[in-house]
């Protein structure tokens, strides 16, 4: 390369000018240098003082772990993060300054760069023996297009090399393959070995067309029976559907009379009255001086697969789903002996999918509670299938709804009104995704009655039927709106906009007001009397402490109950939203409180239950241990308390109640 | 002054990586506090836009006025630096015209994308300019062009050879974007834009290294991006020598004093050319017939290579990236997952819909992987052929393909010195 500004021959006199320029330009080069030192300085200290890598604090917290009720260390963890966080920020502060600083030394040395440059120029000297270079540069130059032609071969070829070792030619064949194939089904503990599908198990044989019920497709197509879907691999003609008036249902679930029992997740809406005759003490976490264990455990029985749904029980029976990631199978237990009286298999349906849901390990395969209309009982899996059986366990119908698009796996709980059921099927990313609905399907059919969509994303909350001012109404949260639907049409009532991101928690409704918390938003007290009335969906008051992010919370009309996952516990009143008390419990939620008579039932994950008043001051009144994690909610009938943990199904109450 | 210049440029380096954002966690408040509400920008305002637009045009208009009818350096700086401020630091190099190459491909190969119209008039206007005056976007308008011009300390002249061949990349560059940008696969412009973390201060360590390399070669070499990668500079080349008012060196006759060529950093500025004798046309004939007969065979063997290596280009893709990576974990040959797959298991969905989207981009980029193949074969023959032309010239003039029209040959001139009788005639 050559200069275009020749050097002259004869060095110039220093001019003012250009002493200055050069002067102003060194100064700015040793200004800009001195900052780049600076802030590589403060680079280095902002690195002990990253809150990504708390290495210290990750020490303390294991430490806290097996020492919970150390307040000091605590607080030492809460002042180190203080500590780290504000020397994070401040280091980044002083890079942001230094920055500025450092842009503008560098404007100023290149103006003063310029400036002495022009004192410096020089007109260019001709140079006549250029116009006879350019035959020799054309030829050097095609040289040099040929050279880089070669080159460009060359790094083809490089490519073509490292294609061949590319893996992607092996997944688009297996993706080709996949459709043909039979879908790997989910199989059930019992499955014929020697089957097709995930890890040797094979879908169930198509129950017999006397127990088989229908099953359909996602969408809106028709029911269909099972064997014939697995025979041709599509749903035959849709036939006439009874409707569901006609179904044969009965007037026990014809009326809004709610049903005596725990007919679905978190029980009856209004609670429970009496708390009278439930335990508040019991201990099975270890050896009990007695052989048998805590007579006051009255059976424990192990449930054969896991699930965090809560048991619901109606007419002596208890219900429940469990699944991993092969087998999933609905259970029923004898709410007397604990006997599992029937296991029914869960095959997957034709639309569930070829492969098992993706979820979260604190979701499941099994997290939605089952529910009951009195006749049937109704379960729901991950991938979107929909299960009825009879008391007795005969599938009435199976419908498949088509695997969702959900974050953590799908985990609202169904929910019953008269003669049908109530599905809040969230998913998508965004509500812009338009995949999200509240959706009916007649109990005694799985007919679809009516599906509205929903303007949220995936949430994992659970709708209540509630009775406001006479009407019946269907409550539902997501990101942003908590929403109230006519259960009959499907008609949206009312809508109010005041939760944000990801809603776990589930709305609880007394007295007209329903309360729904998601722990980036608040706790939100709102009016949900009939449509007709102008104020419905008012917020009443918002609270802004203790919330939660899984847990439900509760409310008798007076108090409202709001647990966080940390352990922190919250009463607010429900008049006004003042908050009474708080108390840190020192564990850790995701089973959610309920509220029986004068009393909160509370579980851990630790498996231990706390009960206290539900009051407008904190006193505990009992607490009940059990040897493993309780994640699901207890169900309180008839004196006894049932609690699903990790592995058994308990019963807990007095010798009296036993019957 | 030199090793002061690398140690300013260095010092670039650090402060950009100390202003990178970084993410952590919130802390774990355990009561009474309120998190505040997720915030999104609204959209830049329509009528912010058209200001966008009406800027852009004034000020090609103005930097034609002041290259070719006042003639006037210091007044063109003036612009390239208001061009800098604005589009550069003040809409923080988005969007610009040499970005939006991307929408307008997107736009024709993806039905269901909506071009906007800032992007499509940030994309028309320069080269409707360029049929009206030349280069005069890349003289004073574009933001990158403008970052090298003010760093520009100490030119030295790039052996012709190297510039003809290095001049052949922006080619490359060109369909590589229009590729991914066609193919929905990325928009590689904007990802490996050198200048746009200068006007953000925030950007990755690779980006601020290529930027500041970039920057530091720009202070010896005049607008390295601009001559040897800019994808935006090929379609100005192609309409700059259609102009109609175009940059003339000298405003009467040349008297080849070569004080031009010498001025310009930027190779724009041809020089005469003697005639070819007899036997320098016969072999040139020959030599052109060659590379024309050769021409269809760059361009098919370019499209067959290309095609072959279909694979490796298709990585771009992150769905493509995405079903990679899942089949390999599927199949035991990594160990541990990356954010993308464990962000993928938690929709729940299986890893057959992730093969099956990857290989449709597969199926996509069939297509255009033989056309980016068969289109360097043509570049590169055709830049041949243009190499194997001999052209006679009598006088100095620059070069409208490569002419930035940055107004230094002027001073350069002695004609221009002549005086009023010598610009007797008017430029434009």
Not at chain 1, 79 to 105: K, M, P, S, V
Not at chain 1, 234 to 246: D, G, H, M, V
Not at chain 2, 266 to 279: D, K, L, M, S, V
Request: positive net charge.
């Amino acid at each position: 390369m050559t200069s275009t500004d020749p050097t002259p021959d004869t060095p110039l006199a220093p001019d003012p000018g250009y002493v200055a320029a050069a002067a102003t330009a060194w100064v700015a080069v040793t200004f800009c240098l001195s900052m780049v030192g600076l802030l590589a300085v403060n680079a280095v200290q902002a690195r002990s003082h990253k809150p990504l890598a708390p290495a210290q604090i990750e020490l303390l917290r294991a430490q806290l772990g097996t020492d919970p009720r150390n307040d000091a260390l605590r607080a030492q963890i809460r002042d180190l993060d203080a500590e780290l966080r504000t020397g994070y920020f401040a280091a980044r502060n002083r890079a942001i300054q230094g920055t500025y600083l450092l842009a503008a030394g560098i404007l100023v040395f290149l103006i003063a760069t310029h400036v002495t440059a022009k004192f410096r120029a020089r007109l260019p000297l001709p140079s006549p023996e250029a116009a006879g270079r350019s035959w020799i540069d054309a030829a050097l130059g095609l040289r040099s297009m040929g050279a880089l032609g070669l080159v460009m071969a060359g790094l083809l070829l490089g490519m073509v090399i490292l294609a061949r070792h590319d893996s992607s030619a092996e997944y688009i064949r297996a993706a080709r393959q996949a459709p043909g194939s039979a879908p790997p089904g989910v199989g059930v503990p019992d499955a014929p070995p020697g089957s097709a599908g995930v890890k040797g198990l094979a879908p169930p044989p198509a129950p017999a067309p006397k127990s088989g019920g229908p099953v359909r497709q996602p969408g809106r197509g028709a029911p269909v029976p099972p064997a014939a879907a697995k025979s041709s691999g599509k749903p035959p003609a849709p036939k006439p559907e009874p409707t569901s008036s006609s179904s044969g249902t009965s007037t026990a679930v014809a009326t809004d009379k709610p049903l005596e029992g725990w007919i679905a997740f978190r029980g009856p809406v209004e609670g429970v009255g009496d708390a009278a005759g439930f335990l508040t003490e019991w201990d099975q976490s270890g050896p009990h001086p007695d052989a048998s264990g805590d007579p006051r455990l009255l059976w424990q029985t192990k449930v054969p697969l896991p699930g965090h749904n809560s048991p619901i029980v109606f007419g002596g029976k208890i219900f429940l789903s469990g699944a991993d990631q092969t087998h999933r199978a609905v259970f029923c237990f004898d709410a007397v002996t604990g006997k599992l009286l029937w296991q029914k298999p869960c095959e997957v349906l034709p639309g569930g999918g070829t492969e098992p849901p993706k979820v979260m390990k604190d979701t499941g395969y099994a997290p939605s509670t089952m529910a009951t209309d009195g006749e049937r009982v109704f379960a729901i899996f991950p991938n979107g299938d929909v299960f009825a059986y009879d008391l007795q366990g005969e599938r009435k119908w199976g419908v498949a709804l088509g695997m969702p698009e959900n974050a953590y796996g799908h985990a609202s709980s169904l929910a019953c009104y008269r003669d049908r059921v109530l599905i809040q099927y969230d998913q998508g990313h965004s509500a812009d995704d338009g995949k999200s609905a509240l959706i009916a399907l007649g109990a005694a059919t799985g007919k679809e009655l009516w599906r509205t969509r929903r303007p949220v994303p995936n949430s994992w909350s659970s709708p209540i039927v509630i009775t406001a001012d006479g009407h019946a109404q269907v409550v539902t949260t997501g990101d942003p709106f908590v929403i109230s639907y006519d259960p009959q049409t499907g008609k949206e009532l009312w809508r109010t906009k005041c939760l944000m991101a990801d809603i776990g928690p589930s709305p609880c409704y007394a007295a007209g007001v329903v309360y729904a918390a998601a722990n980036l938003a608040g706790l939100y007290a709102i009016r949900a009397t009939a449509a007709s009335d102008k104020q419905a969906g008012e917020v009443l008051w918002e609270g802004k402490e203790g919330l939660p992010d899984t847990c439900s919370p509760a409310t008798n009309g007076k108090l409202v109950f709001v647990v966080s996952t940390y352990g922190s516990v919250v009463c607010y009143s429900a008049a006004d939203g003042k908050k009474l008390w708080e108390e840190e419990m020192k564990a850790q939620f995701q089973s959610s409180p309920v509220i029986v008579g004068n009393r909160v039932y509370l579980a851990d994950t630790q498996g231990v239950t706390r009960i206290f008043e539900a009051a407008d001051q904190y006193k505990p009144v009992g607490s009940g241990r059990l040897g493993e994690p309780v994640r699901a909610t207890p169900a309180f009938v008839d004196g006894r308390i049932y609690v699903r943990g990790d592995s058994n199904l308990y019963c807990l109450g007095a010798e009296k109640a036993a019957g | 002054m030199r090793s002061s210049l690398l140690g300013v440029l260095v010092a670039i380096a650090f402060a950009s990586s100390c202003r990178a954002a970084e993410q952590f966690p919130p802390p774990e408040f355990s009561q009474g506090y309120h998190y505040p509400g997720i915030s999104t920008p609204a959209p830049r305002a329509l009528w912010a836009t058209y200001v966008d637009l009406a800027v852009l045009a004034a000020t090609l208009g103005l930097t034609a006025y002041v290259a070719l009818r006042r003639r006037r350096r210091r007044e063109l700086v003036v612009v390239v630096v208001f061009s800098l401020l604005y589009f550069g630091f003040y809409r923080h190099g988005c969007i610009c015209s040499v970005g939006a190459i991307q929408n307008v491909a997107l736009a024709a190969f993806d039905r269901t994308y909506a071009l906007p119209v800032a992007a499509a008039a940030f994309f028309l206007i320069p080269l409707l300019a360029a049929l009206l005056f030349g280069r005069v976007f890349c003289a004073a308008a574009c933001p990158l062009g403008a970052a090298q011009e003010v760093v520009l300390l100490r030119p030295l002249k790039v052996p012709a050879w190297l510039d003809r061949a290095l001049s052949t990349l922006p080619y490359v560059y060109l369909g590589a974007a229009v590729l991914f940008a066609g193919t929905g696969a990325a928009f590689v412009i904007c990802d490996y834009d050198p200048f746009v973390l200068f006007f953000r201060l925030s950007g990755s360590r690779g980006m601020l290294l290529f930027g500041v390399g970039i920057l530091l070669l720009a202070t010896v070499v005049g607008r390295p991006y601009c001559r040897y990668l800019c994808p935006y500079g090929v379609l100005l080349r192609w309409l700059a020598p259609f102009a109609r008012w175009q940059v003339r060196i000298t405003p009467a006759d040349c008297v080849n004093c070569h004080l031009c060529a010498s001025a310009c950093p930027y190779g724009a500025i041809r020089a005469p050319t003697p005639e070819p004798g007899a036997i320098g046309r016969t072999v040139g004939r020959g030599r052109l017939a060659t590379l024309m007969l050769l021409l269809p065979v760059l361009i098919v063997v370019g499209g067959w290579m290309m095609s072959l290596g279909r694979p490796i280009l298709a990585r771009v893709h992150p769905k493509v990236r995405l079903a990679n990576r899942l089949w390999l974990e599927e199949q035991g040959r990594v160990q541990g997952k990356t954010p993308m797959t464990e962000a993928f298991e938690r929709q729940g969905r299986p890893s057959t819909d992730a093969y099956r989207e990857a290989a449709a981009v597969h199926a996509r980029f069939g297509i255009g992987s033989w056309a980016f193949g068969g289109w360097l074969g043509l570049v590169v023959g055709l830049r041949m052929i243009g190499q194997a032309i001999r052209r006679h010239r009598r006088d100095y003039d620059a070069d409208p393909a490569a002419c930035v029209a940055c107004a230094r040959c002027y001073a350069s001139c002695p004609v221009e010195h002549a005086g009023p009788q010598a610009l007797a005639g008017p430029p434009m």
